[in-house]
Structures are given as C-alpha cells and as structure tokens.
Nanobody, 123 residues
Framework: QVQLVESGGGLVQAGGSLRLSCAASRGVFSFNVMRWYRQAPGNQRELVAELRSGGSTNYANSVKGRFTISRDNAKITVYLQMNSLKPEDTGVYYC?????????????????WGQGTQVTVSS
C-alpha cells in the first residue's frame, strides 16, 4: 500500500518560514507529478505548487516568489519551502502524487494523497 507522509506544518508569525515535506513509502521509485494543495476553512482545495518528473514547476499566483517546490533526488520526497508567510496562507496543506505503480504485471498511474498538515500563520 503506497502512502504519502507529510510533515513540517505548524504555527508561525507572518513573515516567517516553514518547510513541508512529503515522503512516499517504500517501493516507490519514481513519480509523474507531485503537487501541494491547501484548503482553508470554508474554501475549496486549491493547487499551490506542482513539480513534474522532468523538473518543470508551476505555482499559484498567490505564492509565486515566496514558495519553492523541490525534491530529494535520492528518494521520492518533495518539499515545499514557504517564505514570507501571510495569514492568508493558513490552511491544511495536502501532498498529492501521481505515481507509476506495478500491479498485476502492468504499470499504471495512480493518484495518492497525504493526510494533510496544518499551517497557521498569525498576524
């Protein structure tokens, strides 16, 4: 069973920084795309950043220049470095990954979600 384990959330003052991590469980050796989403109370889940296997990245306009998505080349772990945090960045941050998985002797792509990690930015 593939799992995504997130860590790094917490409480920080406006202007501060946090780094989120998302690690895929053992047996995962590559990914197609990994994304970070966030959901604030009363709002829909929104895409914050994505990283494709070829290295290209995309960011929501609201976080461009402040957030950076990156990966650890030695393992299937993606990071979200969040700088100059604002109160509107508050929410639950979810890791999402589209992974090639071998099942029944066939490779197919599957979507997985982490459990979410709370980020709270105080003003």
């Amino acid at each position: 069973q593939v799992q995504l384990v997130e860590s790094g959330g917490g409480l920080v003052q406006a202007g501060g920084s946090l780094r989120l991590s998302c690690a895929a469980s053992r047996g995962v050796f590559s990914f197609n795309v990994m994304r970070w989403y966030r959901q604030a109370p009363g709002n829909q889940r929104e895409l914050v950043a994505e990283l494709r296997s070829g290295g290209s990245t995309n960011y929501a306009n609201s976080v461009k220049g402040r957030f950076t998505i990156s990966r650890d080349n030695a393992k299937i772990t993606v990071y979200l470095q969040m700088n100059s945090l604002k109160p509107e960045d508050t929410g639950v941050y979810y890791c999402n990954a589209n992974l090639p998985i071998l099942r029944d002797l066939r490779w197919s792509n599957y979507d997985y979600w982490g459990q979410g990690t709370q980020v709270t930015v105080s003003s």
